[in-house]
């Protein structure tokens, strides 16, 4: 049967170059990075020439790279590393819940939060940043593409403003690192992870401009510059860095080959009357599409297409055990019912055209025959 | 050149069987274990699998284990999860810094910490522990057995003192989940860590007692029953799980043999000239051997090692890079210069007794030429 994969937004199989700058680190130069022989100072070099390679994807300087276990824990890092009680923070209302959840979390805590609606579109108004700011507001966190609907945030304008603000600027960049170009400049924190870029699950980073501190997460030994401790994690670090390595040199190409891809399958998508793209198509992560069906359940679209051997999501993978609608698309306006019947197919370097057209093939008679069966479209007849 | 690995407690190298469990989950079942279709779904069944294994290593329940990046992150979200400002918290002098410098960091947010002294030979008190216990007493953490000295610590007294004071206890147990018995009964936290058990880097687990809670320290997704947000890392606990099944398989018979080779090591050592056993003999884990020479640094003698081809460490790898006497050593009550001296040979499954020799052959060598160039030596004349 036919396997095709088109959930590169929840994680990607690791590269075959990957694995095999990551093998070694195992079994053979399994040495811990902070011991003083040859085998812990051999473990220690291959950690920082890759943190070199990490930091050379956003243009920071290697001592600006913290590693850690994923973007989730960079994410956490920041927002329960900067505010203390009474300051003010600022995120967005369709942030991943690495941040949306630490938010609340935060508020428990008697930090005050202001979570920003965002357009129909699917973008925060940097008016909206600008009006929001108090003079307790001490850090800023807006994605720089959305999870879901794969929406570019104006960063670049977020990051003046909170510069002119005194106000230190986050964003989780998860979905950007190494994809499309991102500049520092005016961006204090930022979390990437390893593995929706054909590196390993479990290791991430937190870039952390020079300059700026926070309290670290986990104490202990010395590791990181003394801002994450535990044993490096040097086959994950190590796949993390060949991962960046050849995301950097491929980034135009893969997101011009993904663009055509993404837009094909849209285009012939929204031929499926009453469907509909959620998210806008300008400013748009290259390889995310997010569709909406009428009458039917974005879950049973996964089931049939997984029986047809084709892997896509309804949202994030994060909250698919979930059965609230997702926040992102009720972010934008969606009512849950509607919210209820998107689909979301995320393009990698390794999709063909052929792939495409096998989905474009099976997805309208899935949609038709649960629209056949569907109580919403019954009910409306 | 001989290559002779004697540093089992920083680290050890992944398996055979470990590295092959692990291998189909970078690049062949690499769904996210969150997501609906069937990659998905075999990554959550594969982790569901190793939690299994993970709790019969210690006789809990599944739903017990909390898998994290490791033992400091698990040492963390239980310091960090429990006490609040006010209350009251006891640990040793001699815990992993991952206990140590994060109790120091609540004292800094209000939190009151005992410091418990250890005795001569390495032990904590079961007598001190139930008199600094207050009526604030929030949470008593005391480590299984030291990673420096190997001294293991009467936890199920102390596991038996805290129930019967309605404290929580929570043990660090890196250096003995998978290689000694542990009896959870009066346990409610217990740290583990894969890469001390032939297991990858970057993966670990919290045994928590079921009907007991924590804030986590990680927020975001659900993964982990809501206890620990972030892509699962499949391969990781996937790893951690085959150590843990091949650790409990192995057990005994791999602490005789390492006894054996242990007791070897210390009684020919021994015999160099003002050199002394740091830690008790008795209840010392099977793999232990700390020992101190008059005159000389511990750093030089790594070194020299390593020219030799032999791994050996000071004391723990998180500290090896500060110049400060291990507080391990100080804390039994060694002189700064006396712990300055101090080598930590840690063994494992595939030492064998002709390495053992091969280590008795050069390390009197070693030691009586650092002497000559001694200043401490020189000036004792």
Known sequence: MKRIYLDHAATTAVAKEVFQAMQPFFSEKYGNASSLYSLGREAKE????????????????????????????????????????????????????????????????????????VTKDGFVRTEDVKKAITKNTKLIS?????????????????????????????????????????????????????????????????????????????TGGSQEHKMRAGTENAAGIVGFGKASELAMKNMGKEAAYETKLRDMLIDDVLRIEDSWLNGSRKNRLPNNTNLGFDYIEGESIILHLDIKGIAASTGSACSSESLTPSHVLTAIGLSPVKAHGSLRMTLGKDNTKEEINYVLGVLPGIVENLRKISPMKLARR
Chains 1, 2 share one sequence.
């Open 142 to 218: 807006i994605m720089h593409a959305n999870n879901e609907i794969g929406t570019i945030q104006p960063i670049a304008e977020i990051g003046k403003i909170c510069r002119e603000s005194g106000v230190l600027f986050h964003t989780d960049a998860v979905q950007t690192y190494g994809k499309i170009p991102i500049d520092i400049k005016n961006i204090d924190f930022l979390s990437a992870s390893g593995h929706k870029l054909y590196g390993p699950k479990g290791i991430g980073c937190l870039y952390m401009k020079s300059g700026v501190s926070l309290k670290p997460l986990i």
């Open 46 to 117: 291959a950690i920082e020439d890759s943190r070199a390679i990490a930091a050379k994807v956003i243009g920071a300087e290697p001592r600006e790279i913290i590693f850690t276990s994923g973007g989730s824990e960079s994410d956490n890092m920041v927002l329960r590393g900067i505010p203390e009680a009474g300051d003010h923070i600022i995120t967005s209302a369709f942030e991943h819940h690495a941040v949306l959840h630490t938010c609340q979390a935060l508020e428990k805590e008697g930090v005050k939060v202001t979570y920003l609606p």
